[in-house]
C-alpha cells in the first residue's frame, strides 16, 4: 500500500522554509545524483557464464550473459586462488537505437544517390552517416539475431561482460561463486567451477582454432547422408572436459578414439551450474548423451537418472575405434543460457556409498560402488559436528554423507534386536518388494519422530513410513516429507512422521520404497527419538546492495526442527564497522521474518562478508546457528527454491553523503486494534520531508499505511488495523520503503514522465498488536 505525506501546519512548512533550502540541496545531492541504473532500482543480474570453468594454471576468457550490468568495473570469485579482471562490456542496440542508425543510412543513400549493392556503396554510405565501426558491428549483429530462427532472445541475457579468469595452479577445484560489481552494486552469484583435466570448447563453424581441439573432421558417410554437421575432433589425450552451450535443435557432436574394455563415462554439469531456470520446464538444461560407434550405431544413452536430472552416461566400449559424443537438450530446447561442462573419459565415478553416514568422531568403513574406482572402500572419521558432509575415493566425484550425535545400529541387528531409542538405523531397502520393520517399547504418552534421511543424501529411495502398535492398527503415516533446507533437491522423497504414543507397549516401524523398488544403492539412515527441537536459518538474498548510510530489506527464513517453535534472535557476527540490523527476532511459530540491514556511511572499495547468527532458548540450552546465505530461484514459472550460495555479500555504493536520520526502534511499537497509531519514523524536516513518499511492504493482511505528517521532529506515519483481519498478540516488523517522485524530460522533448527514487527504507520498526 502506498501513501504520500501529509501536509503539516502552514506556518510552520513557511517558517523552516528558508533555512532549510541548503539542506534542501544537500537531500537532492544525495539522492537525485544516482546513476540510472540505481535510481530505477534495476538490480544487476547474471544468466550465464561461458565457459563455466577453467583448469587449475591457466587463464580463460569467460563471457557473462546478464541484465543492467553495464558499467561493470569488476569480478569477485568465491575462494582463494581466481582473479578475474574485465576485458570488455557490451550490450544490444535498441529499438530506438537501430530506428536512428538505420534512419541516418537512409538519409545518406538518399544524399549520395548510391545503390546499397553497388561495389563501395556501402562503405561510402556509412561514412556519410557518420557511423562508427563499432555502431555498424552492433547493427550487423541486431539484425543477425533478429533474422537466426535459433535464437530465443531473452533480455535477462542480452548484455555480454568479457572477462579474463586467472586460475593459480594451487587453487582448489570444484564450485565458486561469480559475482560482478557494477554501478548498481553487486550482481546475483553464478556458478564457477575449477577443474584439474584439460579443457575442450565447442568450436562454431566461423571460430578459429582453439588450444586443445583437432580440426574438424570430414562427415562419415552417415553424417553426411543425414546431413547432420561433422563432429569435433578431440586430438587431446582423454579425461578431457567439453565446455558448450545448445541453441534450439542444435546437437553438438565430439568424435574420439577408444580401445575395447575401456571403461568411458561422460558427466554432466549443467543443472548444477544454473540450478533454475524460471521460463523453461521443466526449469532446467535437461541434457541428454548419446554415444555412438564409427558406423553411427547407438551403443549408450543417458537423459536423467530417475531423480537426478544431471545425466551420467557409462559404457565399457566393444571394439578399437572412433566414437562419437552427441550433446543435446532432451527436448530440443536451447538458448545461450544452456550452458554443459561434461567429463568425459576413464574417470573414477561414485554412484553409491553405504552406509550412507556415521556418528561423530566414530571411525566408519563406507563402501564405494561405481565405475573406475581406485579403490573398493573408504575409512571415515567425521570428527565435526552432526550435519552433511561429502565423501570422495581419489578424484571421483563426491557422495553425501549424513553425521549426526546418536547410537548407531545396523539394519540386522536392528531387526533382530530391535531398537531402543534414540537411535539411528543403517539400511537398504536391498531388493524389490522389501519392507524393513523395527520395533521398540514405547510408554503411553511418549512423542516419538521418525525420520528418513535417503533422497536428501543421493539414494533412489522414495521411502514410506507407517507406525503400528502391536495389532496393526495404524498410529501415524508419511509419504514424503519437504525440507526446504534443501532447495536443489527437485524431487523431495524422504519420510518424516511424529507421534504420541497412545499406551505402552511394543510398537512396529515399517519403511518401504513407494514403487515397490529396491537394490543395493537403496540406502537410508532412520533416526527413531524423541522430538530434538532445533532450528536451521537461510538468509535471502545472497547479494545485497545498499547506498551509503541507508538501510535495505531482506528475509531470513527459520526452518524448524521436530516442532521448535519459540523466538529466534538475529544478530551479526562480528559485525563490520557501522553495520547494524534492526528488527531482528523471527517471532515465535513465525517462518520467516523481513528485517533491515543499515550500512556503512560511505561506500566500501570492496564487497563486506556479513554473517547472521540466530539464537534461541530450547530447553536449558541456549543453541546457536549461522544463517546459510541464499538466493530464491524460480523454477518452471510456478515453484520457488532456496539454493545456497557461498557467502553473503554486501556492497555499500553510491557517495559517501549524510544519511536520512531515521528512528532505529528498539523496543516494539504497540500497534492498537480500536484506534489509528502513530509511529515516529524521524528523518529530515522542512521541504525534503514534504517531497517523501512511502510504502508498507509485507505487511500481514489488515494492516494500512493512512498517512505520513511532517513535524518539527521529523515525520510521522499512522497504522490503521482491520479488526476482522488482525489479532491481538499479532508480532513482527513494519518495513516502510521510502522514495521521491522525480520528473524527467526526455531530451529530445515530448512529454514529461515521473521517475520513482528510492531513498532506502527505514530500519525496520517492531510491533506488537494490543487489544484497544
Not at 342 to 369: C, H, M, W
Request: proline share 8%; hydrophobic share 40%.
Amino acid at each position: 500500500m502506498r501513501s504520500g505525506v501529509a501536509s503539516g501546519r502552514k506556518e510552520d512548512a513557511a517558517a523552516g522554509a528558508r533555512s532549510d533550502v541548503p539542506r534542501l540541496f544537500l537531500w537532492l545531492a544525495l539522492f537525485l545524483a544516482p546513476t540510472g541504473a540505481f535510481a530505477q532500482q534495476n538490480v544487476p543480474h547474471i544468466g550465464y557464464a561461458y565457459p563455466a570453468g577453467g583448469r587449475q594454471g591457466t587463464t580463460v576468457e569467460v563471457k557473462i550473459g546478464g541484465q543492467f550490468i553495464q558499467g561493470t568495473t569488476g569480478a569477485y570469485i568465491s575462494g582463494s586462488g581466481v582473479k578475474a579482471t574485465v576485458e570488455s562490456v557490451w550490450r544490444p542496440l535498441t529499438q530506438r537505437e537501430v530506428q536512428d542508425l538505420t534512419q541516418k543510412i537512409q538519409d545518406a543513400q538518399k544524399k549520395l544517390n548510391l545503390p546499397r549493392n553497388a561495389p563501395g556503396s556501402m562503405a561510402k554510405i556509412m561514412q556519410e552517416a557518420g557511423l562508427t565501426d563499432k555502431q555498424v558491428a552492433d547493427l550487423q549483429e541486431f539484425r543477425k539475431n533478429r533474422q537466426d530462427p535459433k535464437r530465443q532472445l531473452n533480455p535477462q541475457i542480452e548484455e555480454i561482460v568479457t572477462l579474463q579468469v586467472q586460475i593459480d595452479p594451487q587453487a582448489a577445484p570444484g564450485l565458486r561463486s561469480l559475482r560482478l560489481m557494477t554501478p548498481a552494486g553487486l550482481t546475483t552469484p553464478i556458478r564457477f567451477v575449477v577443474g584439474q583435466l584439460p579443457e575442450v570448447a565447442k568450436v562454431e563453424e566461423a571460430d578459429a582454432a582453439v588450444p586443445g581441439l583437432g580440426r574438424r573432421v570430414a562427415a562419415n558417410q552417415q553424417f553426411a547422408e543425414s546431413a547432420e554437421p561433422a563432429p569435433q575432433e578431440i586430438d587431446t589425450p582423454l579425461p578431457v572436459i567439453l565446455n558448450g552451450q545448445i541453441l534450439p535443435g542444435a546437437v553438438d557432436r565430439y568424435s574420439f578414439e577408444a580401445k575395447k574394455g575401456e571403461r568411458i563415462v561422460a558427466e554432466a554439469a549443467a543443472r548444477d551450474l544454473m540450478p533454475y531456470l524460471a521460463d523453461t520446464v521443466p526449469g532446467w538444461f535437461q541434457v541428454a548423451l548419446t554415444l555412438r560407434d564409427a558406423k553411427g550405431e547407438e551403443i549408450a544413452y543417458a537423459d536423467h537418472r530417475m531423480f537426478d536430472p544431471s545425466p551420467v552416461l557409462a559404457c565399457v566400449i566393444p571394439s578399437d575405434g572412433t566414437y562419437t559424443l552427441d550433446v543435446r537438450d532432451a527436448l530440443y530446447r536451447g538458448r545461450e543460457d544452456f550452458v554443459y561442462r561434461i567429463t568425459l573419459g576413464q574417470i573414477p565415478y561414485v554412484t553409491s556409498i553405504f552406509p550412507l553416514g556415521t556418528r561423530v568422531d566414530v571411525p566408519a568403513v563406507v563402501k564405494l560402488t561405481g565405475w573406475n574406482l581406485p579403490a573398493s572402500q573408504v575409512s571415515v572419521n567425521a570428527s565435526a559436528e552432526p550435519g552433511i558432509e561429502l565423501v570422495s575415493s581419489g578424484a571421483s566425484n563426491k557422495a553425501s554423507f549424513k553425521v549426526d550425535a546418536l547410537p548407531e545400529i545396523s539394519e540386522a541387528a536392528a531387526k533382530s534386536h530391535g531398537i531402543v531409542l534414540p537411535v539411528v538405523v543403517d539400511g537398504r531397502v536391498d531388493r524389490p518388494g522389501d519392507v524393513d520393520v523395527f520395533h521398540f517399547k514405547g510408554q503411553a504418552g511418549q512423542k516419538i519422530v521418525a525420520e528418513v534421511f535417503a533422497r536428501r543424501l543421493g539414494s533412489p529411495l522414495d521411502s514410506v513410513l507407517e507406525l503400528t502398535d502391536a495389532k496393526g492398527k495404524r498410529i501415524a503415516f508419511n509419504d514424503d516429507f519437504d525440507d526446504q533446507g534443501f532447495g536443489l533437491v527437485t524431487y523431495q522423497a524422504d519420510s518424516y512422521l511424529a507421534a504420541t504414543l497412545p499406551s505402552a507397549g511394543v510398537y512396529y516401524l515399517k519403511l518401504r520404497d513407494t514403487t515397490g523398488k529396491g537394490g543395493p544403492e537403496y540406502g537410508y539412515r532412520l533416526r527413531v527419538s524423541e522430538p530434538r527441537p532445533d532450528f536451521e536459518l537461510r538468509t535471502v538474498p545472497s547479494t545485497i546492495n545498499v547506498r551509503a548510510g541507508t538501510t535495505t530489506a531482506l528475509t531470513v527464513y527459520a526452518l524448524r526442527r521436530d516442532g521448535y517453535a519459540g523466538p529466534i534472535d538475529l544478530a551479526l557476527q562480528n559485525p563490520p564497522a557501522e553495520f547494524s540490523l534492526s528488527g531482528g527476532i523471527i517471532p515465535a511459530g513465525a517462518d520467516h521474518i523481513r528485517l533491515t540491514l543499515t550500512g556503512s556511511s560511505a561506500p566500501t572499495a570492496d564487497p563486506v562478508a556479513i554473517q547472521i547468527v540466530g539464537s534461541a532458548q530450547i530447553g536449558r540450552a541456549e543453541v546457536k546457528h549461522l544463517a546459510v546465505p541464499a538466493d530464491d530461484m524460480m523454477q518452471a514459472f510456478a515453484y520457488r527454491h532456496w539454493v545456497p550460495a557461498d557467502d553473503e555479500l554486501v556492497a555499500v555504493i553510491g557517495r559517501p553523503n549524510r544519511a536520512i536520520p531515521w528512528l532505529a526502534q528498539n523496543q516494539q511499537v504497540k500497534l492498537s486494534l480500536g484506534s489509528a497509531t502513530p509511529v515516529r519514523l524521524g528523518g529530515p524536516a522542512g521541504p525534503m520531508a514534504s517531497r517523501i513518499h512511502f510504502t508498507l511492504e509485507d505487511a500481514p493482511d489488515g494492516f494500512a499505511l493512512q498517512g505520513v505528517a511532517v513535524g518539527p521532529g521529523g515525520l510521522t506515519a499512522t497504522i490503521k488495523l482491520d479488526p476482522k483481519k488482525v489479532k491481538a498478540g499479532a508480532v513482527g516488523n513494519l518495513i516502510l520503503g521510502a522514495y521521491i517522485d522525480q520528473e524527467v524530460t526526455p531530451p529530445k522533448g515530448g512529454a514529461a514522465r515521473t521517475r520513482r527514487v528510492s531513498l532506502g527504507y527505514v530500519p525496520a520498526i517492531p510491533f506488537e498488536v494490543v487489544a484497544g
